[in-house]
T-cell receptor, first 114, second 117 residues
């Protein structure tokens, strides 16, 4: 399945490192999302982009910085993370920013912060 | 804002039995309720959804029912098979300024379903 891809699939970083997560969708969608999935917790919406414009920052700490250069690509820049930021980070896209549009998820990046 | 509660958190059934997962939501304006399935190590995928103008929707062995009055909706899986083992998430729209159409979903906590052969 290649609709939504994410790289890297696994990442281990120290608290002082800077890294970036990449998401790419090949579906021609206009809306893209970042979610955080922690063990025993619901999927948490972090950021939403619609036609490259950020429409949502769900009270996410500034150590997470999103970037959407075009409708097909979405990045999440990470800087000075904390161990509690260890989680699966999922990217998703939908045709439009409309809740009844199916969201297609990427495989996720499993992040471990040491 | 919207709040989605999902129960149970874990569910174990014998192959061939039925499984039911229930979610409750708080915002009466919510009008769309998807269910996602996430197999171990894989991405969440939409399996079925229901809109508020119907009370039930079926797709082969899975069905979703909606009770708008009680503000709950349920996923029903009949004749369960080992490949149904996964984490299931319900979701509801997160409204903004009285509108339920923001493109944003609030997810339940997830139910880990184990189907024993």
């Amino acid at each position: 399945e290649t609709g939504v891809t994410q790289t890297p699939r696994h990442l281990v970083m120290g608290m002082t490192n800077k890294k970036s997560l990449k998401c790419e969708q090949h579906l021609g969608h206009n809306a893209m999302y970042w979610y955080k999935q922690s063990a025993k917790k619901p999927l948490e919406l972090m950021f939403v982009y619609n036609f490259k414009e950020q429409t949502e920052n769900n009270s996410v700490p500034s150590r997470f910085s999103p970037e959407c250069p075009n409708s097909s690509h979405l990045f999440l820049h990470l800087h000075t993370l904390q161990p509690e930021d260890s989680a699966l980070y999922l990217c998703a896209s939908s045709q439009a920013l409309e809740v009844r549009e199916t969201q297609y998820f990427g495989p996720g990046t499993r992040l471990l912060v040491l | 804002g919207e709040n989605v509660e999902q129960h149970p958190s874990t569910l174990s059934v014998q192959e061939g039995d039925s499984a039911v997962i229930k979610c409750t939501y708080s915002d009466s304006a919510s009008n769309y309720f998807p269910w996602y399935k996430q197999e171990l190590g894989k991405r969440p995928q939409l399996i079925i959804d229901i809109r508020s103008n119907v009370g039930e929707k079926k797709d082969q062995r899975i069905a979703v029912t909606l009770n708008k009055t009680a503000k709950h909706f349920s996923l029903h899986i009949t004749e369960t098979q080992p490949e149904d083992s996964a984490v299931y998430f319900c979701a509801a729209p997160r409204p903004l300024h009285g509108s339920s159409n923001t493109g944003k979903l609030i997810f339940g906590q997830g139910t880990t379903l184990q189907v024993k052969p």
